[in-house]
């Protein structure tokens, strides 16, 4: 593996989002005094007593601790300062309020992040926008640069965005074997991860390599658009052409079986005879992509499941058990709704119809099945 971790000057710190509009920058230098000091006192009521000055001087527009003349920022929102320092105040023993601020003083001096992401642990409390939930309910599709909802098929931003964030540092390596219109390589790029997309179809190909051209490149990274079959494609020499010898996470978003027709292309999974031989393929794609990640790192499947002849075919856990029987070890099944496209809006009704003369229920839901390469992978 060479080098991935490597970060550039301009790669993403490992800061919390924390600046939102609403958040405050603190000048860092005297924060940390004001705390120590206050650390020191001989008794919980003293200690309380310098929090309470200490939040004074947080919360007056032109207090002790403004931005006017900022040396260096501890950025927080101000609902998060308070609750710690409400913590600290709350504390029955001296012990523990030294606990409670010494616990505030490393989320200001030390950034703590596990070998796979960005994340400062010390923070965590900050990372609003980072999912940990297994039910996602994504109101709309997020717009914006090269974007669209175009792609019939396609996979809403948020979904590699939150896999990226989760599951890669900055400068990783990103394979989407399904790329379609290349929706994870313009997050990569905005998140500043480097990505491979392969795609089957030389048309969508061109379309995605020229939707991520438009999109700034603030962090120098790569996104490459490989037409391919994601079965059969060499990973090896396509990371290598980078000097890149294994990714650290995969995203797979193939057809959902037949339920769109992407080509005529038969090795395209959509065109599949059976579900078996869809399994099959998938198998084989999972098969292809294993080599090249990097062990300990992850695999995000996002696929639904399909109707036919009155009966619900669970295409997404066959494909779940598929690559449970690879060795891979199951993390997460995340269930997101849909985001439900203007035909079927106006056909609300009708389905609802359906569904109740049926004796079914109409789908509102597909999976992210998140996976971990362990050492039982073959
Ligand atoms: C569900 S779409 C992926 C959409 C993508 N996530 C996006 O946001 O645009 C599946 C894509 O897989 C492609 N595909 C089907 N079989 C393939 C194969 N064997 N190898 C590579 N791509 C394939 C299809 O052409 C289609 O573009």
């Not at 000091?37 to 200490?54: E, F, K, V």
């Not at 989320?107 to 070998?115: A, C, D, F, L, Q």
């Not at 098929?153 to 890669?168: A, K, L, S």
């Not at 066959?318 to 995340?334: D, N, P, Y």
Request: aromatic share 8%; net charge positive; glycine share 8%.
């Amino acid at each position: 593996m060479r080098d991935h971790h490597s970060r550039g000057s301009n790669l993403l710190d490992p800061e919390p989002t924390s600046t939102t509009p609403s958040s405050v920058r603190l000048d860092r230098l005297r924060l940390l005094d004001a705390l120590k000091s206050a650390r020191l006192n001989p008794s919980t009521a003293t200690l309380r007593r310098s929090i309470n000055d200490i939040r004074s001087g947080v919360s007056a527009p032109s207090g002790a601790f403004g931005a006017r003349g900022l040396r260096e920022a501890a950025i927080f929102t101000p609902e998060l300062l308070d609750e710690e320092l409400d913590q600290i105040c709350g504390a029955q023993t001296l012990d523990r309020a030294r606990y409670y601020v010494d616990r505030l003083i490393k989320s200001i001096t030390e950034v703590r992040t596990s070998s796979i992401n960005d994340i400062n642990l010390n923070r965590w409390k900050e990372y609003d926008d980072i999912q940990t939930d297994s039910l996602w309910l994504v109101a709309s599709r997020e717009r914006g640069g090269a974007r669209s909802a175009r792609y019939w098929g396609n996979f809403v931003p948020q979904i590699p965005h939150q896999m990226m964030r989760r599951y890669t540092k900055a400068g990783d390596w990103v394979l989407d074997v399904f790329a379609g219109s290349g929706t994870s390589l313009i997050e990569g790029q905005r998140l500043g991860r480097n990505t491979i997309g392969i795609e089957l179809q030389p048309r969508v190909a061109r379309m995605a390599r020229k939707a991520v051209a438009s999109e700034p490149n603030a962090f120098g990274v790569t996104s490459q658009v490989i037409c391919g079959d994601s079965a059969t494609i060499d990973l090896n020499k396509a990371l290598r052409a980078h000097g890149q010898s294994s990714a650290q996470l995969v995203i797979m978003h193939p057809p959902y079986f037949d339920i769109i027709k992407f080509s005529d292309d038969e090795r395209d999974l959509s065109n599949a005879p059976s579900v078996e031989a869809f399994l099959d393929t998938i198998g084989r794609v999972v098969d292809n992509v294993t080599p090249v990640l990097d062990r300990g790192r992850y695999l995000a499947v996002v696929i639904g499941d399909k109707y036919a002849n009155g009966e619900w075919v669970p295409l997404g856990f066959r494909t779940m058990e598929a690559i449970q029987q690879r060795g891979f070890l199951l993390k997460s099944v995340v269930v997101k709704n849909f985001d439900q496209t203007t035909a079927k809006r106006q056909q609300k009704e009708l389905w609802k119809y359906r569904a109740l003369a049926g004796g079914f229920y109409v789908f509102k839901h597909e999976y992210i099945f998140v996976f971990k390469k362990t050492g039982r992978n073959y």
